[in-house]
């Protein structure tokens, strides 16, 4: 499961012992990260995204692998894994054009250039 690379290469950047410092981290209760690692819950995209900040990874790549953790149908949880590898391969640059090309289709110029901001 992602999740569990991501909460751990967060515990490592972080220089963290228990996985109760992550949950700090997160305000939430230490048991909501044991059913994290057991796969009983899943990370929403905001507790991914600030993961993947603290661990210095990309948040793209944290997405991508947390959405592909939630998926039961493991045809489509396949294609999810394929597409980060893909991407991850590419460094990301095709995944920030899409994002860019998608939020000028669907919202404002200004709109499109906050967005692009925030994926670079």
Not at 32 to 54: C, H, P, T, V, W
Not at 74 to 95: C, H, M, T
Request: hydrophobic residues 40%; proline residues 3%.
């Amino acid at each position: 499961m992602y999740q569990n690379k991501l909460l751990d290469a967060y515990r490592k950047a972080q220089n963290y012992v228990q996985d109760k410092q992550i949950a700090h981290d997160l305000n939430i209760q230490p048991s909501r990260i044991s059913e994290m690692r057991k796969g009983k819950r899943y990370i929403s995209d905001n507790e991914a995204l600030f993961l993947a900040q603290g661990a210095n990874i990309e948040p793209e790549l944290a997405l991508l692998g947390c959405h592909a953790d939630r998926n039961e149908n493991p045809i489509i949880k396949k294609l999810w894994e394929d597409i980060a590898k893909k991407l991850n391969s590419q460094g990301l640059q095709a995944l920030s054009m899409a994002c860019g090309g998608l939020a000028l289709w669907i919202g404002t110029p200004k709109e499109a250039m906050a967005l692009s901001i925030q994926f670079k």
